[in-house]
T-cell receptor, first 113, second 113 residues
Framework: KAGVTQTPRYLIKTRGQQVTLSCSPI?????VSWYQQTPGQGLQFLFE???????NKGNFPGRFSGRQFSNSRSEMNVSTLELGDSALYLC????????????FGPGTRLTVL | DAKTTQPPSMDCAEGRAANLPCNHS???????VYWYRQIHSQGPQYIIH???NNETNEMASLIITEDRKSSTLILPHATLRDTAVYYC??????????????FGTGTSLTVIP
């Protein structure tokens, strides 16, 4: 079974731009979570989607948003990029809301110049 | 969710068992202990989880003390490829809280040739 896939793997943007990252969960998984990882803050939870509904949101500004499609694929969007948004963005999927074991993708490395 | 305490770094000789401790003294009865590891700049990899009984899989063993206030992840025969940051996570199992993991700072394990 294929793992979680994320596209693109690397991205370079400039301040003020916006970016959309994509995540395809493991087949049959309906829950998708997003995390931001930076050297200073470590791994921080962004939000979680289940059945196209956002169930949890971390402590991030409204510039960070996401959505989930009927096929469980998810996208996250960051608008008005700031230098501090440079990070590894990780997506994780799990079977459903009763199964906590999350399986992570390889991440998207975003660099904001 | 209860917080965890792990040593920041450990070394282990190649071929020897690596024993990674985790303290979770405030764990509640319905909280699971999860272990993930992250090799540099890759997505975290699920290793094992448990509630109260010791668990073993093809990657590792998880030993949970009887009072559940601490646990130990055991890699039976460490190889150089086991060099990574290991995260111990305590997670409540409620269907309505979603899949938000608090990763903490983890233990950086270095396997020495």
């Amino acid at each position: 079974k294929a793992g979680v896939t994320q596209t693109p793997r690397y991205l370079i943007k400039t301040r003020g731009q916006q970016v959309t990252l994509s995540c395809s969960p493991i087949s049959g998984h309906r829950s998708v979570s997003w995390y931001q990882q930076t050297p200073g803050q470590g791994l921080q939870f962004l939000f979680e989607y289940f059945s196209e509904t956002q169930r949890n949101k971390g402590n991030f500004p409204g510039r960070f948003s996401g959505r989930q499609f009927s096929n469980s694929r998810s996208e996250m969007n960051v608008s008005t990029l700031e230098l501090g948004d440079s990070a590894l963005y990780l997506c994780a999927s799990s079977v459903d809301q009763r199964t906590d074991t999350q399986y992570f993708g390889p991440g998207t490395r975003l660099t904001v110049l | 969710d209860a917080k965890t305490t792990q040593p920041p770094s450990m070394d282990c000789a190649e071929g020897r068992a690596a024993n990674l401790p985790c303290n979770h003294s405030t764990i509640s009865g319905n909280e699971y202990v999860y272990w993930y590891r992250q090799i540099h700049s890759q997505g975290p990899q699920y290793i094992i989880h448990g509630l109260k009984n010791n668990e073993t899989n093809e990657m590792a063993s998880l030993i949970i003390t009887e009072d559940r206030k601490s646990s130990t992840l055991i890699l039976p025969h460490a190889t150089l490829r086991d060099t990574a940051v290991y995260y111990c996570i305590v997670r409540a199992f409620f269907s309505n809280t979603g899949n938000q993991f608090y990763f903490g700072t983890g233990t950086s394990l270095t396997v020495i040739p």
